[in-house]
């Protein structure tokens, strides 16, 4: 009986993953099965990695989904790999050139050659604003999500875009707890302006 998923878009995906991996042959090996890139141990079943990929973003619009490792020097695994349009995925794939140079390819991130580490700077009412500095690439750009969510709310733009709904709620969240924070140091005594605030706002104290 044939295998009908064996002509599908998400089983020539999978294919093609275990290929690079493990077959010396495949055009690509030697950037991913020769350089020690493995894929995780429960997706050389195809059922298990069916049921990962659509329970993590791979669903109607398939046709234009691919597979990319936030990681390149990481394997295939759960928590290294994310779906993204075909015009998403160029960041995500570096060229020869950029491996050698160490270009970031992620929005404001750089690679300090005598620090030998990655920056994050971010340009804010034309102020470059520095963020941090951080051995791992996709860290850095993590880093600058949260920095451009904290700053520009909904309207930032990611390296990882999410769900609109997520950033609304983040964004939420940083409003109240920075609230809570105002409310405390309002109320903390050994603020040396609370109470000449207070005696200002109530001349009977």
Not at 69 to 92: A, G
Not at 120 to 140: D, N
Not at 176 to 197: A, F, G, I, Q, V
Request: overall charge positive; proline content about 4%.
């Amino acid at each position: 009986m044939p295998n009908l998923e064996a002509s599908t878009h998400l089983y020539g995906i999978w294919r093609r993953m275990r290929q690079r991996c493990y077959n010396p042959k495949y055009k690509d090996y030697p950037l991913y099965g020769g350089i020690g890139i493995k894929v995780f141990e429960e997706w050389n079943l195809f059922t298990f990695f069916k049921d990962w990929a659509k329970d993590n973003g791979y669903g109607d619009s398939y046709e234009d989904q691919v597979l990319v490792r936030l990681d390149l020097t990481k394997d295939f695994t759960p928590d290294n790999c994310m779906w993204v349009t075909e015009k998403e995925s160029t960041k995500y794939f570096v060229s020869r050139k950029n491996r050698t140079e160490r270009v970031s390819r992620f929005k404001g991130v750089y690679w300090n050659k005598r620090r030998q580490i990655w920056v994050v700077q971010v340009t804010i009412k034309k102020k470059l604003q520095y963020v941090g500095s951080f051995s791992e690439e996709v860290i850095a750009a993590k880093a600058y999500d949260e920095y451009v969510i904290d700053y520009f709310g909904c309207d930032a733009k990611l390296n990882f875009p999410v769900n609109p709904k997520i950033v609304e709620s983040e964004v939420s969240s940083l409003s109240t707890r920075k609230l809570r924070d105002s409310e405390n140091s309002w109320d903390t005594p050994d603020s040396p302006s609370s109470s000449s605030t207070r005696n200002k706002l109530n001349p009977l104290l």
